[in-house]
């Protein structure tokens, strides 16, 4: 079998288990051209309701958790009934002269034997990250999560994601395009060629506000969120008017 088609088995199996059985059931962590699959699954089945859900709000990595009808939304159910939920929050420390970041965490995590699919949104500041992880691994990660490169690290479980801020790091960048299509802004916002980007695109590459996007000529507007995967994520900030030369600026706010 294929990946989409593992995939579409998988989410027809917890959809059906759900029916079934009226209770909440989920998937592993999904990148985001599985979510936007999953979308397509699941527009084709109206006998049970799926949210995408990972813990911090507009996560990017998140679960597919298909809901009975007395649960009114995944979010506002797991922040009354814990212990329903299936991901789990943790808050790891560093020591305060190793400088870590994403890829240190994320490859310590796959060292100890974790599967990508158990781990969501890593979240990283000056004193460590904050992450989600299914809740089946969360007891084994706390007592063994304990290094990252050189750095050494404590673990500690959190009480949800309801007082949880997403604070990320960011840069500012003023771009110039001669046309506000996806390719031209994608382009311009991570430093590629144009029709590099328009590969990328047709490569199934490319979201814009959580879809999967696959016409170049989309187009872009402020407050609009562009994930090129394997390159990073990127907001419209704001526009800055026209240039002389009638070449439209704007401001990208680009995560690091």
């Known amino acids: 079998m294929t990946e989409k088609q593992l995939l579409e088995a998988a989410v027809n199996d917890k959809a059906a288990a759900c029916r079934d059985n009226y209770m909440i059931t989920n998937t592993a962590f999904l990148d985001m ?8 699954i699941m527009e084709k089945r109206r006998d049970v309701r799926c949210e995408l859900y990972g813990g911090f709000e507009d996560a990017e990595r998140r ?17 009354q009934q814990p212990g329903d939920d299936p991901l789990a ?43 989600a992880v ?14 990252a490169g050189r750095g050494s690290l404590r673990v500690v479980p959190l009480d949800g994601f309801d007082k949880l801020d997403k604070i990320e790091s960011f840069e500012l960048k003023r771009c110039y395009v001669s046309t506000m299509r996806c390719d031209a802004v994608i382009s311009a ?8 980007a328009a590969r990328r ?9 959580g879809a999967l996007i696959l016409k170049p000529d989309l187009r872009i507007d402020v407050g609009d969120k562009l994930v ?3 390159s990073g994520k990127a907001v419209v900030d704001s526009d800055a008017g026209t240039t002389k030369k009638g070449r439209h600026a704007f401001i990208i706010k680009r995560f690091v």
């Open 89 to 131: 929050a943790l808050r790891v420390s560093k020591d305060g002269f190793s400088d870590l970041g994403h890829r240190d965490y994320l490859g310590a995590l796959m060292g100890l034997g974790i599967k990508r699919e158990m781990i969501g949104d890593i979240i990283v500041d000056d004193a460590g990250c904050t992450l």
């Open 33 to 40: 051209y599985q979510q936007s699959e999953v979308a397509s």
């Open 63 to 79: 679960a597919a958790v298909f809901l009975p009808d007395y649960v009114s939304g995944a979010a506002e159910y797991f922040r």
């Open 189 to 196: 916002a991570f430093g590629i060629s144009r029709s590099e």
């Open 228 to 230: 090129l995967r394997g």
């Open 134 to 147: 299914m809740k089946s691994v969360e007891r084994y990660i706390t007592e063994n999560f304990t290094s």
């Open 201 to 209: 695109i047709a490569a199934k590459t490319v979201f814009v506000n």
